[in-house]
């Protein structure tokens, strides 16, 4: 099998991909305190994983509000200074020529509630370590929606590519798709499969009308049980969701979706039957594909699937030519568990340097 699919161009929404690999949105926790990406450090890490021109990055999971985090040191982009740090870090990526989307989020019940004391969901179902959430009115649900679409304005003030709704991994709009954490409404937002999705679709619509769908995308991950979600049977609300993504709004840049094989930030072990691929049939736009990608498996999906990108994280971190080194079959830096996640730290975060057999032909 020839490696040409991994390394053909692609056209994504306004973008022109070089390449189908693609860095996910990982949360790295080095913002300053007020949520703003650091000066020193995001725009050099960002920008330096852009080795081979035309890759696309999807940067951290990033507040749309005040109201919608929670964790110190993650990002948001709602205020001024927040937005500035976001166009030195668009700035540095597009020198480069690379693509960056940012991933808009609301921690919703995952909130730990120490920052920010109101924690809320679609229901009252706590999160595992996590305070119990109260419901949102049927009100509050439609500011919710709204904060997505100013989040979305404001990523493309500071100069980003576009955005992607975090609907994946238990967080707000996940909350609402799955009947684990959402399970007692009765109002338009809670029952039905078409009233449990009701609230993504809208956040979806609003960012689309905000924005332009061309620089809208949306991440899912119906077998994840991280944040102890995963509903019994994920297929009929997922496939009815991305049945309704694709009726409605055919032109967002790219549906993302986690595979089976991963949960979170770790892998899992999946079910028997699951799989992405009858979502993926649904969906005739550019699909994201995550979770477990080798070298090896990376460019078989792509030899086999049109139109696809592989998103690679654990591994983009500690290998920021990553995309060379896939190419020139060269052996991929260990990562290191323990600096994931250190509050500010340089360490692990900056300090990955690019192979020597790549000098001369890359850098
Ligand atoms: C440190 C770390 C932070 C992560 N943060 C996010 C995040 O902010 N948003 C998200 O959707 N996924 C997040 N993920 C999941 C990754 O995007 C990706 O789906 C996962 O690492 C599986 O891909 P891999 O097997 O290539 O590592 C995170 C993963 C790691 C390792």
Redesign the pocket.
């Given at each position: 099998m020839s490696d040409d699919a991994l390394y053909t161009a692609l056209k994504v929404g306004r973008m022109t991909l070089g390449h189908r690999i693609a860095f996910?949105?990982?949360?790295?926790y080095r913002c300053d305190d007020d949520g703003t990406p650091n000066a020193d450090l995001a725009p050099q890490y960002y920008s330096e994983r852009c080795l081979v021109p035309g890759t696309l990055l999807i940067a951290?999971?990033t507040d749309v509000s005040a109201t919608g985090g929670g964790y110190i040191n993650s990002p948001g982009i709602y205020s001024e200074r927040q937005i500035e740090g976001w166009r030195k870090v668009a700035d540095a990526v597009h020198a480069k020529k690379g693509y960056i989307f940012v991933?808009v989020w609301n921690l919703g019940r995952v909130n730990p509630g120490t920052k920010d004391k109101d924690v809320f969901s679609a229901g009252t179902v706590q999160c595992p370590d996590r305070p119990k959430p109260r419901m949102l009115s049927t009100a509050e649900v439609k500011e919710k929606a709204a904060e997505y679409a100013t989040a979305a304005k404001n990523a493309i003030a500071a100069g980003l590519d576009g955005i992607e709704i975090?609907g994946?991994?238990g967080y707000l709009v996940d909350q609402f798709l799955q009947d684990v954490t959402n399970n007692e409404r009765t109002d338009e937002y809670g029952g039905s499969i078409e009233n449990r999705a009701r609230f993504g679709l809208e956040v979806v619509q609003a960012c689309v009308d905000a924005i332009g769908a061309d620089r809208v995308a949306i991440?899912l991950s119906p077998f994840s049980r991280v944040q102890a979600m995963r509903m019994a049977d994920p297929f009929p609300t997922f496939l009815y969701f991305v049945e309704q993504l694709q009726e409605r709004f055919p032109g967002l840049a790219y549906v993302h979706m986690?595979e089976p094989r991963?949960g979170?930030?770790n892998d899992q072990i999946p079910n028997e039957g699951d799989s992405t691929e009858p979502f993926r049939k649904l969906w005739k736009g550019v699909w994201i594909s995550?979770?477990?990608?080798t070298p090896e498996n990376a460019k078989e999906y792509a030899a086999t699937h049109e139109n696809t990108v592989v998103?690679?994280?654990?591994?983009f971190?500690s290998n920021p030519d990553l995309v060379a080194k896939f190419k020139e079959k060269l052996a991929l830096t260990s990562y290191d568990r323990s600096t994931?996640?250190t509050n500010k730290a340089k360490e692990g975060y900056l300090g990955y340097t690019y192979a020597e057999e790549l000098r001369g032909k890359y850098y």
């Open positions: 996910p949105p990982v949360t790295r951290e999971a991933q975090h994946a991994h991440r986690v991963a979170g930030n995550a979770g477990g990608y998103a690679i994280g654990r591994n971190i994931f996640y």
